[in-house]
């Protein structure tokens, strides 16, 4: 456990969110997202990194909100930078 986790937090979860966020952003830039398939995997990529971040570190039950939130904020910003709007 690193600094600012919250008691109770676990490896396991962590990677579990991970890996469904990652999972779940891929499906959805494939089937909406009308970009490239490395577009997709660098997104999906650091969706489930980031969305594993934010939920270790959210306190007292705020990742219901805050994993959602900032996830979609970091992809649509990864988006915008990475040229997915243009295609």
Do not use: H, N, Q
Request: net charge neutral; proline share 5%.
């Amino acid at each position: 456990r690193g600094p600012g986790v919250e008691p109770g937090k676990t490896l396991e979860g962590s990677l579990a969110m991970a890996i469904f966020a990652a999972a779940g952003v891929f499906v959805t830039l494939t089937i909406f997202g009308g970009t490239s398939l490395p577009i997709r995997i660098v997104l999906a990529g650091g969706a489930g990194l980031l969305a594993a971040v934010v939920e270790a570190l959210s306190r007292a039950g705020t990742d219901t909100l805050t994993v959602p939130f900032l996830t979609s904020l970091g992809v649509a910003l990864g988006w915008v930078l990475l040229g997915g709007l243009a295609t």
